[in-house]
């Protein structure tokens, strides 16, 4: 997850930094994709997989483990 976010923000560096040569605005960190791909609003990926099989098992347990992850990701995207 980490090494995504900051591919993603370094991405988001390069292209701003074009932009800034042509006295354009920059352009804020697309947020989307990296909700999708690793957090739970995505369909296909690991914590939908594991709330999934916490719905099935009746288990808070995976659902306690899972939950960090959420707020790890967030850090990430606004450290700078």
Known sequence: MKKGVRLAKKTRDKRNGHRFQKAQPGKP?????????????????FIRYGYRAARTMKSSAIRKQLRPLWEELITEIKKT
């Open 29 to 45: 960190l697309y947020r989307g994709q990296l909700y999708e791909k690793y957090s739970h609003l995505g369909s296909r990926n």
